[in-house]
Nanobody
Framework: QVQLVETGGGSVQAGGSLRLSCTAS????????MGWFRQVPGKEREEVAG???????SYAELVKGRFTISKDNAKNILHLQMNSLEPDDTAMYYC?????????????????????????WGQGTQVTVSS
């Protein structure tokens, strides 16, 4: 069982920056795909960014050019650098990981739960952006 712990959330004004971190208890075949997702109460979970074992990244259109996902393999830590934050970025942010032999599923499919119970999820960290 992989444990994921997110940190770095908080409250900032529009235009500000935050850096989220996700520490994984393991860095093995169980975490070949890792990603960030977010959810607002009453709305569906949506994808933010993902990274594969070879370092390739993908982003939701809404965050492209503003957010950067990265992974420190030596420390088993996933990061999300968020710049130029907007009030619409306010949400609970979740880190997720799954181990697959091939390419990761597209982020939208992952957000809709296509990995089922094969994916590990953190408890989330709140990000609040005020105007």
């Amino acid at each position: 069982q992989v444990q994921l712990v997110e940190t770095g959330g908080g409250s900032v004004q529009a235009g500000g920056s935050l850096r989220l971190s996700c520490t994984a208890s393991e860095h093995t075949y169980k975490t070949t795909c890792m990603g960030w997702f977010r959810q607002v109460p009453g709305k569906e979970r949506e994808e933010v960014a993902g990274i594969e074992a070879d370092g390739s990244t993908s982003y939701a259109e809404l965050v492209k050019g503003r957010f950067t996902i990265s992974k420190d393999n030596a420390k088993n830590i996933l990061h999300l650098q968020m710049n130029s934050l907007e009030p619409d970025d306010t949400a609970m942010y979740y880190c997720a990981a799954v181990g697959v032999a091939g390419p990761c599923l597209p982020l939208p499919m992952w957000a809709r739960g296509m990995y089922g119970n094969k994916a590990y999820w953190g408890q989330g960290t709140q990000v609040t952006v005020s105007s």
